[in-house]
């Protein structure tokens, strides 16, 4: 925010009180301004790590990474087309100027090259922050790939870990469902593990022993763990994988075209 783009004329708008609070603004903004470099984003680093990042496998965070990568790539694109029509509407503005007769005319264009300028820098800003928000993206994918110890991952790669992350999610879903319907999966939930070739009862089964477990860990005066859940979610995923191979064989389709894939690229 330019401050200065409140000039004398346009400082009449205000009263005695918050012209006075208006010169304290002026005095204190250029701290907040810097400061405000700090946030220049949609949400920190945390929020995309631990909730936009939130995927039960690493293959499918690492999609989510490039997904949000692309979305930001997308929008600095734009917001750079943005500035390019700005900068050539202040260079009409400004051709113009020399050539209207009217004070009036002329004093428009220049609130007009104001205005663009004003725009060009809030969007300026927005573009930092996206390239810092890409960068830390960039980061966790890399992260990802050294834990697999890959330099990079194929669609082959991700279609491969498509069942395990779906019968982690369809589980973990099933299970919070649970806790707050007195150990019952939900129907929604129901449905999406019968969809990916699991039966309802089985998982139901599942669930209640799990709980079970965690029942006993509370009575033994403890506190079950984030990491014991994710363990069991691992469990069920290594348990019921080739279950949607099974059931798309049933159907009759291809649960994934090699011929579409671009395999080792």
Known sequence: MDLQILNSNSLQILNDKHLELFNRVQKKYPIIEKATENFNKSQSQFMDNMLTISQLTPLRSARQCLAEIKKIKLAIEEAVFNIKKKQLLIKKSKYFMDKVESPFDKELLEIEVGENETNINNITDNINGAIRKMSGFITQYENIL????????TEE??????ERYHIMKAFEQGLNAARARGGIIDEGN???LFQIGISGTAAQIEVREYLKMEDIVINNGGLPSHEMSVRWLESMADKYCGSALKFAEYKGVTLTDEQSLLIGE
Do not use: N, P, T
Request: aromatic content about 24%; glycine content about 6%; hydrophobic content about 25%.
């Open 157 to 162: 790669d991700f279609e491969k870990d498509e």
């Open 190 to 192: 129901l449905i999406y």
């Open 146 to 153: 050294k834990k697999y110890g890959k330099e990079s991952f």
